[in-house]
């Protein structure tokens, strides 16, 4: 471990590994390769922020004050002035409320590839400290800041606000992006201009956290926002449960932006020697604008975050929305041969397995009796996963293992242990039956761990875990905890739900698994380091997938984004569209399928079929590729176009939608980004319907070409009229030469 000393000729250089912390006095300097953070650490005094933004030399940091950079608090606590807005309420044992945060010492250290520093800060009246962390990595614009707060007091001291960041930005043409939405509609872009008052976003489901609304936005610094300029800041809170973020706008110089726990009917008692730890948030900054943002967060994700990030996804088929819980296994079987035919690689049986004493027709009976229906699957799971491997596909299982029904085996044993106020009756969410399990009880995660555990160990021919949650807290309420720690249940159950993902990860490190929440509700960094990717939204619609899989875009890579082709008319939105149009927009994040093969007409057979094969050929790109956002179907310019670039610049893939048919309509050239201005490119067409090729096909064209001009992209196929169709979509190969 490194101490900072405070000598104005001491420097500790670390830029060898792309992160360095610089004690010149008391300046902190934490650095990502391009990127700067600067404070003021002065022993005794409070942590001051400096500066955030592009990267500065040493050399820069003693006159950045002097250039009109003003300091302000960077994390405070509630006391002195207490019309500011800080990060941290406290009362203290003897029922003082106010605090005065001084920094103590600044220290440094490497784990596990990264860097973190921490400024260690304590009440300079109270023994009751608070460190500020910061942890960077070597290969990543981006970083993680969350404070451990620590009572050495005498007696309980109690949080009533326990933000993991507070980042002031200086007053001016700020725009905030964020997502916005609700079930079978999430992640709706919305882009606003700040102005005085208190913005917030937040989640008080206490399960699930981003159906309605996302624990990310993106501050636009230099007026609205724009996808390839701009200076911008990117922040995720990384959390699984209630959040709250912050950007209040008064007279000062700056806004004023908070990021933590919800902390709404959560006020948490510390014991004396307790220590809280914050979940992290993760925050970037960028001159390249929205994509700048969103390209940092994807690499980040990857290769720090998200579960086998290094690992291409299979293209599965599953069963959910071919026959819902009309689950035997002839059709199972039937299914399974299917999606070897079409060309997928991983079968999912989805809800309606299970059940003993209650049967699974139906969302409300037998969740929680993880026991296989042999009315339905005489021959049990491991039968259909011999049936997959013969058939050339793995298996996988859909589980809810935080849930149970009232109607079932387990509730009836322990009615103990499910989430229910005192003297209250229970209420109960999907199917009138579906209640929540008490993860703060220790029984109940041993459970829950068990369960998956013998899953996967009597059957171990499954590879693949689709785990959901289709219920919130409906009645504040533990039978667990005691009555003064009522208050403690949604940060008690979301640290319990995270020790049993940690302790099913340390028995089954190798299996994959998908994070479902009712459809998008569990779409959060702070669950994808220990799952391989999410379910965007249980609304399949290929044209409302548009928007809902462009909003997910800017935080979240397309390798953790499930995106299926489903049958039409659809099942949510009951809109017809053409298989093409379907494939090729699943063909934009992880390719899958979510429908009953048998009732494809042979036209759409065989289109899944060469979808699936081009994007197989292209997988690597799409997956591990640079995004760039190029028109956005929210400009209502009648069409929506992205694209991906391989790390090596030498391939791409460009997805072009139309989203508006209107007669006589002319859509925009768009143009290309990403790409070497000097370098050739091969342009052919992938998943092509049309009986004549596009006047480009096989053509090359230079980079720089491309990026300027762009191409005109024909918006009607070259089909027979009674294949025609309102809506078309083409999705372009560049290879380098």
């Given at each position: 471990m490194v101490r900072l000393s405070k000598c104005a000729c001491s420097i500790l250089s670390l830029t060898v590994l792309a992160v360095s912390h610089t004690a010149a006095g008391?300046?902190?300097?934490?650095?990502?390769?391009?990127?700067?953070?600067?404070?003021?650490?002065?022993?005794?005094?409070?942590?001051?922020?400096?500066?955030?933004?592009?990267?500065?030399?040493?050399?820069?940091?003693?006159?950045?004050?002097?250039?009109?950079?003003?300091?302000?608090?960077?994390?405070?606590?509630?006391?002195?002035?207490?019309?500011?807005?800080?990060?941290?309420?406290?009362?203290?044992?003897?029922?003082?409320?106010?605090?005065?945060?001084?920094v103590r010492e600044v220290v440094t250290d490497s784990a596990g590839g990264s860097f973190v520093t921490k400024v260690m800060t304590s009440d300079d009246v109270y023994p009751f400290d608070v460190d500020v962390c910061y942890r960077t990595y070597p290969d990543s614009e981006v970083f993680e800041t969350w404070t451990e707060i620590t009572n050495r007091e005498k007696g309980e001291v109690l949080l009533t606000r326990y933000d993991s960041a507070y980042l002031p930005v200086h007053m001016g043409n700020v725009w905030v992006s964020h997502m916005a939405g609700t079930w079978a509609n999430e992640s709706r872009i919305v882009e606003e201009l700040?102005?005085?008052?208190?913005?917030?976003?937040?989640?008080?489901?206490?399960?699930?956290?981003?159906?309605?609304?996302?624990?990310?936005?993106?501050?636009?610094?230099?007026?609205?926002?724009?996808?390839?300029?701009?200076?911008?800041?990117?922040?995720?809170?990384?959390?699984?449960?209630?959040y709250v973020m912050d950007i209040e706008t008064h007279t000062g110089r700056y806004h004023h932006f908070r990021a933590g726990i919800n902390p709404d009917n959560s006020s948490y008692r510390l014991k004396p020697g307790e220590r809280f730890v914050t979940p992290p948030v993760a925050m970037t900054f960028s001159l390249e604008g929205k994509g700048g943002v969103s390209r940092n967060f994807h690499r980040w994700g990857r290769q720090h975050m998200l579960r086998h990030g290094d690992s291409s996804r299979k293209v599965l088929l599953n069963s959910w929305e071919g026959v819902y819980f009309d689950i035997d296994e002839p059709k199972m079987v039937a299914m399974i041969k299917d999606a070897s035919a079409l060309g997928g690689e991983l079968?999912?049986?989805?809800?309606?397995?299970?059940?003993?004493?209650?049967?699974?027709?139906?969302?409300?009976?037998?969740?929680?009796?993880?026991?296989?229906?042999?009315?339905?699957?005489?021959?049990?799971?491991?039968?259909?996963?011999?049936?997959?491997?013969?058939?050339?596909?793995?298996f996988g299982l859909w589980l809810e293992p935080e849930m149970a029904d009232i109607s079932s085996e387990i509730y009836e044993k322990h009615p103990d242990?499910?989430?229910?106020?005192?003297?209250?009756?229970?209420?109960?969410?999907?199917?009138?039956?579906?209640?929540?399990?008490?993860?703060?009880?220790?029984?109940?995660?041993?459970?829950?761990?068990?369960?998956?555990?013998?899953?996967?160990?009597?059957?171990?021919?499954?590879?693949?875990?689709?785990?959901?949650?289709?219920?919130?807290?409906?009645?504040?309420?533990?039978q667990h905890l005691p009555k003064e720690r009522q208050s403690h249940l949604y940060i008690d159950w979301h640290k319990g739900f995270e020790e049993v993902l940690k302790r099913v990860?340390?028995?089954?490190?190798?299996?994959?698994?998908?994070?479902?929440?009712?459809?998008?509700?569990?779409?959060?960094?702070?669950?994808?380091?220990?799952?391989?990717?999410?379910?965007?939204?249980?609304?399949?619609?290929?044209?409302?997938?548009?928007?809902?899989?462009?909003?997910?875009?800017?935080?979240?890579?397309?390798?953790?984004?499930?995106a299926h082709i489903s049958a039409s008319p659809n099942h949510q939105t009951r809109r017809s569209t053409p298989i093409k149009f379907r494939a090729d927009v699943a063909m934009s994040g992880r390719?899958?399928?979510?429908?009953?093969?048998?009732?494809?007409?042979?036209?759409?057979?065989?289109?899944?079929?060469?979808?699936?094969?081009?994007?197989?050929?292209?997988?690597?790109?799409?997956?591990?590729?640079?995004?760039?956002?190029?028109?956005?179907?929210?400009?209502?310019?009648?069409?929506a176009s992205l694209m991906y670039v391989s790390p090596q610049k030498d391939d791409a893939v460009v997805f072009w939608y139309r989203t508006e048919p209107f007669a006589g309509q002319i859509l925009p050239m768009v143009k290309l980004d990403g790409l070497e201005r000097e370098r050739m490119y091969t342009v052919t067409e992938l998943n092509r319907i049309d009986d004549t090729p596009m006047p480009f096909e096989g053509k090359s064209y230079s980079g720089a070409f491309l990026m300027d001009n762009g191409l005109d992209i024909p918006y009607r196929?070259?089909?027979?009229?009674?294949?025609?169709?309102e809506y078309s979509s083409r999705v372009l190969h560049l290879v380098a030469q």
């Amino acid at each position: 471990m490194v101490r900072l000393s405070k000598c104005a000729c001491s420097i500790l250089s670390l830029t060898v590994l792309a992160v360095s912390h610089t004690a010149a006095g008391e300046t902190v300097h934490v650095q990502t390769p391009s990127t700067s953070l600067v404070l003021e650490a002065n022993k005794g005094e409070e942590l001051k922020f400096v500066y955030y933004g592009t990267g500065l030399g040493a050399e820069e940091i003693p006159g950045i004050v002097a250039a009109g950079i003003p300091d302000a608090k960077a994390y405070a606590a509630y006391g002195k002035y207490p019309d500011d807005e800080t990060p941290l309420w406290v009362v203290h044992s003897d029922g003082n409320m106010t605090s005065r945060l001084v920094v103590r010492e600044v220290v440094t250290d490497s784990a596990g590839g990264s860097f973190v520093t921490k400024v260690m800060t304590s009440d300079d009246v109270y023994p009751f400290d608070v460190d500020v962390c910061y942890r960077t990595y070597p290969d990543s614009e981006v970083f993680e800041t969350w404070t451990e707060i620590t009572n050495r007091e005498k007696g309980e001291v109690l949080l009533t606000r326990y933000d993991s960041a507070y980042l002031p930005v200086h007053m001016g043409n700020v725009w905030v992006s964020h997502m916005a939405g609700t079930w079978a509609n999430e992640s709706r872009i919305v882009e606003e201009l700040l102005l005085p008052g208190v913005m917030r976003i937040r989640n008080k489901d206490g399960v699930r956290n981003s159906q309605t609304s996302r624990a990310e936005v993106m501050l636009s610094l230099d007026g609205p926002p724009h996808e390839r300029h701009g200076a911008t800041i990117g922040a995720a809170l990384c959390y699984s449960g209630n959040y709250v973020m912050d950007i209040e706008t008064h007279t000062g110089r700056y806004h004023h932006f908070r990021a933590g726990i919800n902390p709404d009917n959560s006020s948490y008692r510390l014991k004396p020697g307790e220590r809280f730890v914050t979940p992290p948030v993760a925050m970037t900054f960028s001159l390249e604008g929205k994509g700048g943002v969103s390209r940092n967060f994807h690499r980040w994700g990857r290769q720090h975050m998200l579960r086998h990030g290094d690992s291409s996804r299979k293209v599965l088929l599953n069963s959910w929305e071919g026959v819902y819980f009309d689950i035997d296994e002839p059709k199972m079987v039937a299914m399974i041969k299917d999606a070897s035919a079409l060309g997928g690689e991983l079968f999912v049986m989805d809800d309606g397995w299970f059940g003993g004493k209650y049967q699974r027709n139906d969302d409300s009976k037998a969740l929680g009796d993880w026991v296989t229906d042999r009315r339905k699957l005489p021959n049990g799971l491991n039968a259909l996963a011999d049936s997959a491997r013969v058939a050339g596909v793995g298996f996988g299982l859909w589980l809810e293992p935080e849930m149970a029904d009232i109607s079932s085996e387990i509730y009836e044993k322990h009615p103990d242990w499910v989430l229910k106020a005192s003297r209250r009756d229970i209420v109960a969410g999907r199917g009138g039956s579906q209640v929540v399990l008490d993860f703060s009880n220790p029984k109940v995660r041993d459970y829950a761990v068990d369960v998956v555990d013998m899953i996967l160990k009597e059957n171990p021919g499954i590879e693949y875990i689709k785990w959901d949650s289709n219920s919130g807290i409906y009645m504040h309420g533990s039978q667990h905890l005691p009555k003064e720690r009522q208050s403690h249940l949604y940060i008690d159950w979301h640290k319990g739900f995270e020790e049993v993902l940690k302790r099913v990860r340390e028995r089954h490190p190798d299996i994959v698994m998908q994070a479902c929440g009712g459809g998008g509700g569990r779409v959060n960094w702070g669950v994808l380091r220990y799952f391989d990717e999410f379910w965007t939204s249980d609304n399949t619609d290929p044209l409302q997938r548009i928007y809902m899989q462009w909003g997910t875009s800017h935080f979240y890579p397309a390798i953790a984004m499930a995106a299926h082709i489903s049958a039409s008319p659809n099942h949510q939105t009951r809109r017809s569209t053409p298989i093409k149009f379907r494939a090729d927009v699943a063909m934009s994040g992880r390719l899958g399928i979510e429908l009953q093969p048998k009732e494809m007409t042979e036209e759409e057979r065989n289109v899944c079929r060469q979808a699936i094969a081009d994007y197989k050929s292209v997988r690597g790109t799409i997956q591990f590729g640079d995004l760039y956002r190029l028109v956005s179907p929210y400009d209502r310019l009648g069409v929506a176009s992205l694209m991906y670039v391989s790390p090596q610049k030498d391939d791409a893939v460009v997805f072009w939608y139309r989203t508006e048919p209107f007669a006589g309509q002319i859509l925009p050239m768009v143009k290309l980004d990403g790409l070497e201005r000097e370098r050739m490119y091969t342009v052919t067409e992938l998943n092509r319907i049309d009986d004549t090729p596009m006047p480009f096909e096989g053509k090359s064209y230079s980079g720089a070409f491309l990026m300027d001009n762009g191409l005109d992209i024909p918006y009607r196929h070259d089909v027979p009229d009674d294949r025609k169709s309102e809506y078309s979509s083409r999705v372009l190969h560049l290879v380098a030469q």
